[in-house]
């Protein structure tokens, strides 16, 4: 009883005056579907909420409650009227839900209606002027260097290359990088998102812009990175991220999630796992893991059998006493070569190579920063992270 008191505590704030009696202004209902068969327990939630012209200018004056009791949200707007009133309100806030169930949420706004503010696990930017320290977290200012400091215990983060790169038709990689503008989108409590924005000069008649997106929840210690390039002459082949961990002695123990369950060990610098999902066209898809020497892999499992054609497209890397969980959004859905390699220099990339250029090169991968063994030290599963919850919001009306 105690447990679930304090959930209850960490989910809810006291029902305001408006949610018990009076009704406010104006109201939506906001769902939360769960559709990947696993329980959530304070996982993050997103949401956009499209209001009417005139209805609200204010995000502040917007409130969320749940069976009589004011949840904590974090608005932000996302779009404007031409009259100056929001129209697009973002939510962020976190949901307790059980395997494939739903919730409904009403969210209540107006010039009279306000939010209490979380207090709960709040999370926020601490900027310096060559970082930005979010949680246990710091970042870059420039996207060349993403990821600096992940500090659980001990510093994990490698000096290797943290970023994201593109690969062209001539065989060239071009890092994201460069003079980027850096935002602060989302300053917490609940949710923090960090936005770079830049281009990569391919020729010197032609650039590509690119946008980097970074989202850390304050429930959950892991990380989303995301990012966009627009390339509509269709020079560019490949899009990857790398990130470097430094983990401790020897041997360090590797996963992926291929249906059952592909492990193994390294056991030297110079060890590595990669694992390839290759899927053409007409639903034809095929998957193999090598291993050995970098450079000198061999075939260490395939596709075969009962096993699944397509892999889940997550895994762990983990030492003694820390772990790395990932997880790559759509792994093996579009036509392409999806590929995760890992090495014992502590080096991991995620690649996508499309079958077929469509002008723009997407990538989103989760890092789970947690403590060995991972079923222990870890709040939710690779797979939680990679099948976010459905968040629907009624819509408003509009002006005819």
Same mark, same amino acid.
């Given at each position: ?85 929001? *129209?697009? =309100? ?15 949420? *009403? ?126 002459? *269709? ?106 390699? =890992? ?58």
């Amino acid at each position: 009883m105690r447990t679930k008191s304090l959930l209850t505590a960490m989910l809810v704030l006291p029902a305001s005056s408006a949610a018990m009696g009076a009704p406010p202004a104006h109201a939506l209902a906001v769902v939360v579907r769960e559709t990947a068969g696993i329980r959530r327990g304070n996982f993050p939630a997103h949401g956009t909420a499209r209001i009417a012209p005139g209805l609200l200018r204010d995000a502040a004056h917007a409130r969320l409650v749940f069976e009589r009791n004011e949840v904590p949200v974090q608005t932000r707007e996302e779009a404007r009227w031409p009259d100056g009133s929001i *129209r697009e =309100l973002g939510l962020d806030f976190n949901a307790s839900i059980g395997p494939l169930a739903q919730l409904r949420y *009403r969210l209540e706004y107006g010039e009279g209606v306000r939010a209490q503010q979380p207090t709960t696990e709040p999370l926020s930017v601490v900027s310096a002027p060559d970082a930005l320290q979010v949680g246990k977290v710091r970042f870059g200012r420039q996207p060349a260097a993403l990821l600096q400091s992940v500090a659980f215990g001990h510093e994990i983060v490698g000096s290797g290359l943290n970023a994201f790169s593109v690969t062209g038709a001539d065989g060239v990689d071009y890092l994201l990088g460069g003079e980027a503008s850096v935002d602060i989108a989302k300053a917490g409590p609940l949710a923090v998102q960090i936005r770079f924005a830049g281009s990569v000069q391919l020729s010197p008649d032609y650039s590509a812009p690119f946008t980097i997106t970074l989202d850390v929840p304050n429930t959950k210690s892991w990380v989303r990175f995301s990012a966009a390039i627009e390339d509509p002459a *269709r020079r560019l082949r490949t899009i990857s991220l790398h990130s470097s961990f430094a983990l401790g002695p020897f041997p360090w123990v590797w996963d992926f999630g291929t249906g059952s369950w592909s492990y193994g060990a390294f056991r030297g610098a110079d060890d590595s796992a990669v694992l390839r999902q290759i899927v053409g066209t007409a639903n034809s898809t095929d998957w193999q893991i090598s291993t050995g020497p970098q450079g000198r892999e061999q075939l260490y499992e395939r596709a075969a059998g009962p096993r699944p054609a397509r892999v889940e497209g997550w895994g762990h890397l983990q030492d003694a006493s820390r772990a790395v969980a990932f997880a790559i959004e759509d792994f093996g859905r579009a036509p392409g070569d999806h590929t995760i390699a =890992l090495d014992g220099k502590g080096q991991l990339a995620f690649r996508f190579a499309p079958m077929e250029s469509a002008g723009r090169l997407t990538l989103s991968v989760y890092e789970h920063y947690v403590a060995s063994p991972v079923q222990i030290g870890a709040a939710t599963n690779p797979v939680a992270m990679s099948s976010p919850l459905i968040v629907t919001v009624e819509a408003a009306p509009t002006p005819k």
